[in-house]
């Protein structure tokens, strides 16, 4: 089992920038792929961004057309954390963000494909 717990929501204006955790326990942080979703009211749960377990030292990273260039996400595995840091935020960007563990596929961007979800954490941009 992996728990996972986001923090790091809230209120922002649009233009302006959050980042959100995801601090995870169990079995071995590193071994997973993470990934980034949101859900917006009356929306499927859609996928955000997403970084590999480590392949030597590379991790690859994907994101949604959406968010490119506006947001990046990064693992520290000594910290068992994988943030989303989201810039220039829009209204558009308001959801609940959830984390996501993936053991099967080095870059998943479905949400099939993850094992363990957070609780997920509010983020409202005002505009």
């Known amino acids: 089992q992996v728990q996972l717990v986001e923090s790091g929501g809230g209120l922002v204006q649009a233009g302006g920038s959050l980042r959100l955790s995801c601090a995870a326990s169990?079995?071995?942080?590193?071994?997973?792929?993470m990934g980034w979703f949101r859900q917006a009211p009356g929306k499927e749960r859609e996928f955000v961004a997403t970084i590999s377990w480590g392949v030597g030292s590379v991790y690859y990273a994907d994101y949604a057309d959406s968010v490119k260039g506006r947001f990046t996400i990064s693992r520290d595995n000594a910290k068992n954390t994988v943030y989303l840091l989201m810039n220039n935020l829009e209204a558009e960007d308001t959801a609940v963000y959830y984390c996501a563990a993936a053991s099967k596929r080095l870059v998943p961007t479905s949400l099939h494909e993850y094992d363990y979800w957070g609780q997920g954490t509010q983020v409202t941009v005002s505009s």
């Open positions: 169990g079995r071995t942080f590193s071994n997973y792929a």
